[in-house]
């Protein structure tokens, strides 16, 4: 099978598999929106709106409106959706397809397992990144009108970027479990992953007054890259810091990818030598 015979089958797969868990999608729009507006005015349960919107504009050294803090607000929380399904989707689909539904005799016949892989780390990270903010269009537009979907646009890129990178991270990560690991249930590593690496980027909170082991294990991720890339792109446009972070995770996708590819060729190699 060539490479666009296997990302088309991908792609199908994951529209079946729309189709088939829409309510998990529906639960992936709610849930960061009522997070992001719960960030704002949750404190104002022991303070006002004017107090919490000034240690909001003294946390991120930005003057922030209601609605700037709202969007603020929304676009970081798009991160930790977007993390959670990319780490656990990609991890959880290779142990499946390769251990659970018996498809490793097909894909060997098919493809290679680095064709294969890659794959499913780049079309997984793409297709539910997209499908995981989609809740960000209505909420944009509301707060910033005809300006909203293009703030959007602009945030599903930066998000994308990161995704893929997380994506191929996952693939080497799933990889070593299945063909290196006696791990009988993937989503307890996935699920321990997704917070230590949330934890370290500095989502809400200033890098700085992050422990340093955590800030380091999540330096080598995109996230606090992303996080940063999307406190520029929301408070102060697409100034040209922007390119620091974008370099950063262009980066670490090209280290990642060539790990990817050396480890999956291995396995390949391994596995088809019995």
Not at 107 to 113: A, C, D, F, R, Y
Not at 158 to 166: E, G, K, R, Y
Not at 201 to 217: D, H, N, S, T
Not at 261 to 272: A, H
């Given at each position: 099978?060539?490479?666009?015979?296997?990302?088309?089958?991908?792609?199908?797969?994951?529209?079946a598999?729309?189709?088939?868990?829409?309510?998990?999608?529906?639960?992936?729009?709610?849930?960061?929106?009522?997070?992001?507006?719960?960030?704002?005015?949750?404190?104002?349960?022991?303070?006002?709106?004017d107090?919490?919107?000034?240690r909001?504009?003294?946390?991120?050294?930005?003057v922030?409106?209601?609605?700037?803090?709202?969007?603020?607000?929304?676009s970081?929380?798009?991160?930790?959706t977007?993390?959670?399904?990319?780490?656990?989707?990609?991890?959880?689909?290779?142990?499946?397809?390769?251990k659970?539904?018996?498809?490793?005799?097909?894909?060997?016949?098919?493809?290679?397992?680095?064709?294969y892989?890659?794959?499913?780390s780049?079309?997984?990270?793409?297709?539910?990144?997209?499908?995981?903010?989609?809740y960000?269009v209505?909420?944009?537009?509301?707060?910033l009108?005809?300006?909203?979907?293009?703030?959007?646009?602009?945030?599903?890129a930066?998000?994308?970027?990161?995704?893929?990178?997380?994506g191929?991270l996952?693939g080497?990560?799933?990889?070593l479990i299945?063909f290196?690991?006696?791990?009988k249930?993937?989503?307890?590593?996935?699920?321990?992953?997704?917070?230590?690496?949330?934890?370290g980027?500095?989502?809400?909170?200033?890098?700085?007054?992050?422990?340093?082991?955590?800030?380091?294990?999540a330096s080598?991720?995109p996230i606090p890259?992303t996080v940063?890339l999307?406190q520029?792109?929301?408070?102060?446009?697409?100034?040209?810091?922007?390119?620091?972070?974008?370099?950063?995770?262009?980066?670490l996708?090209?280290?990642?990818?060539l790990?990817?590819?050396?480890?999956?060729?291995?396995?390949?190699?391994?596995?088809?030598?019995?």
């Open positions: 099978m060539s490479i666009k015979g296997v990302l088309t089958a991908l792609v199908y797969r994951e529209v598999w729309l189709k088939r868990f829409i309510g998990d999608y529906v639960t992936m729009w709610l849930l960061p929106s009522i997070y992001g507006v719960g960030i704002v005015f949750l404190p104002t349960l022991i303070g006002d709106v107090f919490v919107l000034q909001f504009s003294s946390l991120f050294n930005h922030m409106t209601l609605t700037d803090a709202l969007v603020f607000s929304l970081l929380s798009a991160i930790l977007v993390v959670a399904v990319t780490v656990g989707d990609v991890v959880q689909t290779l142990y499946a397809e390769f659970v539904y018996g498809s490793f005799t097909i894909i060997l016949e098919s493809t290679s397992i680095p064709v892989v890659l794959a499913t780049v079309i997984r990270p793409l297709i539910m990144t997209f499908l995981s903010t989609l960000l209505p909420a944009l537009s509301i707060l009108g005809s300006t909203g979907l293009s703030l959007y646009l602009q945030l599903l930066a998000l994308t970027l990161s995704s893929l990178v997380l191929v996952s080497i990560i799933g990889v299945v290196y690991t006696n791990v249930r993937p989503w307890s590593v996935s699920n321990t992953i997704v917070p230590i690496l949330l934890s980027a500095g989502v809400y909170i200033p890098l700085q007054l992050v422990p340093l082991v955590l800030r380091a294990i080598a991720t890259y940063e999307i520029l792109v929301v408070l102060k446009g697409f100034p040209p810091e922007v390119y620091t972070p974008l370099t950063v995770i262009s980066m996708f090209t280290a990642y990818y790990v990817a590819v050396s480890i999956n060729k291995t396995v390949d190699t391994r596995v088809r030598r019995g």
